[in-house]
């Protein structure tokens, strides 16, 4: 790794978050310390044991084992969502950036519209027609991330196709696939990766709030945000069921967020 | 300047005029046919033709949207199937709640967050600034409703001082009012407030570097003074951006909490659309959200307007 990269700290710190989260995920899916849809009503509603280190929930499943699986979901999401807003994004602000004029106009207030929309919104809607479920909260999620990209892509379209290596590059012949694909695009990839780490934690705060509200992850899938609308119901009875799911998405989100912090700054011509 | 403002009025209306497009888009035209998925499987054949000629769905797309739009524009945007009862006037009867939540927790958001990046921009790479970047850090990382899970267990599971939620409604005066909203608007706001302390301070750091402010400090204006009004003043322009553009994530955000302290606002009637198969009542609150939070974008350009002369003089 680059010497500069292991001495920001905040950058490190993030990465070890998310490593964290990374391998917490893929050991779910070989081993948990119980089964996490495995119910039993004798142990339900238990605090913290060394049996099980997290509780258990009202049906007795092992709240541990649950968090652990609740991570793939996330990580799931935030991936499809930010490839979703990336791809659409990139493509729409390619097209109105190197267009310009009346469609470049109009494809800026479709994003602005677009911007009208956060994830809740789109989700309501979607599941208004479709059955709730994850694949609903993956396309609201990723609607919703559309305009930072689309903006992100036309303006640096703008700056560059008036740069010296651009007029060039068109003098000596260049078409203007080769201009966008060989020039362009690749100059605006910093920007873009950087916009996308930022997004990902914004989408697994979204995932969960979605399946909190019922729109997203169905029972009996472990989903954090599901296992917090369930713990609500047993606040007075087992205040820890509240703690541990929420704990989860905290620490997954502030990882993600250092993570963002820091690659801005590596990445950063005016501070490198 | 009235070229500028023309420009951005039109292009606000082409922004609203998109938004109903996608509404209209995803509410009638992409279930195929909403009479049958308002029926589901119990509606006989008869009774979903009838359904579909009541909606008025067997006239082409294009003149189902130009009159859907009409009635809209006058205020009418159809009846609740739930309910028996005119969109708008659901939704008039449910802004007493979700109005309020949102602006308690703006106050709350500005409050909060301008006083601590003012305070982390003077104190910049110091302990205090350390000290507001951390606590930032992890309210970005608290999602609104768990901290109201978190709120709950400790004022109204813990210390009993504040119900655990619910809203009687403005009859019972207005304190009482504001007591069932304050647990909603403070963790709807902090997530919020978080986000805008960091807009502040590397806005007002940003100012700190410039020419005028130096000049300010040269001829031996007091520290606060630089900082409130030189630096302030000019500061304002990025953060009332994000400000602006964090009113309409509130206003979403609100749906949420809705649900956690139990509310009966318009984020609670869409939800309970949903379940019910309430497609008019499901198009009139996210036709009228996406309207408000593009409202609020363009309100947000018009500010700047108001704040910077440059933009007045141009």
Known sequence: MHPRST??????????????????????????????????????LQSPTPAHPFGTDQYGRDILSRVMVGAVSSIAVGVIAVGIGASLGVLIGTVSGWIGGWPDEGFMRLVDAVQGFPAILSALMFAAIFAPGLGISMVAIGIAFVPAFARLTR???????????????????????????????????????????????????AEAALAYLGLGTQPPHPSWGLMLKEAQN??????????????????????????????????????? | M????????????????FVS???????????????QLIMGTEGSPEAVARLRDALGLNRPLGVQYLDWLGRALR????VSIQYDVPVGRLIVSRLPVTLPLTAMAAAFMIVAAIP????????HRRAGDYLTMVLSQIGIAVPAFWSGLLLILLFSVHLGWLRSGGFDGWGQGVWAGLRSLLLPAVALGLFQAAVLIRATRSAVLDVLREEYVRTARAKGVAEVSVIGKHALRNALIPVVTVAGIQLGHLLAGSIVLESVFA???????????IAARDLPLVQGVTLFVASIIVLLNFLVDLAYVALDPRIRHE
Do not use: C, K
């Open chain 2, 116 to 123: 601590f990046g003012l305070y982390a921009a003077a104190r």
């Open chain 2, 75 to 78: 205020g009418d945007l159809g």
């Open chain 1, 7 to 44: 001495r920001h700290l905040t950058f490190m710190a993030g990465l070890a978050i998310t490593a964290l989260l990374l391998a917490t995920a893929a050991l779910s899916a070989l081993w948990t310390p119980a089964d996490p849809l495995a119910m039993s009503i004798g142990a339900r």
């Open chain 1, 234 to 272: 047993f606040l007075s009875l087992s205040p820890t069921f509240a703690v541990f799911p929420g704990a989860a998405i905290a620490l997954t989100v502030l990882g993600l967020n250092l993570l963002g912090d820091g690659l801005r700054d590596l990445l950063d011509p005016r501070t490198a």
């Open chain 2, 263 to 273: 509310l009966p606002g318009l984020g609670r009637l869409a939800l309970g659309a």
């Open chain 1, 155 to 205: 303006g640096s379209f703008l700056t560059l196709r008036e740069r010296e290596f651009v007029v060039a590059a068109r003098a000596l012949g260049a078409g203007e696939l080769r201009l966008i694909g060989r020039h362009i695009l690749p100059n605006t990839l910093a920007p873009v990766v950087v916009q996308a780490t930022t997004s990902f934690p914004v989408a697994v705060l």
């Open chain 2, 21 to 35: 497009v996608l509404v209209f888009i995803v509410i009638r035209v992409l279930p195929g046919d909403p009479a």
């Open chain 2, 2 to 17: 009235r070229r500028h403002l023309l420009r951005r009025g039109a292009a606000f209306v082409a922004t609203l005029f």
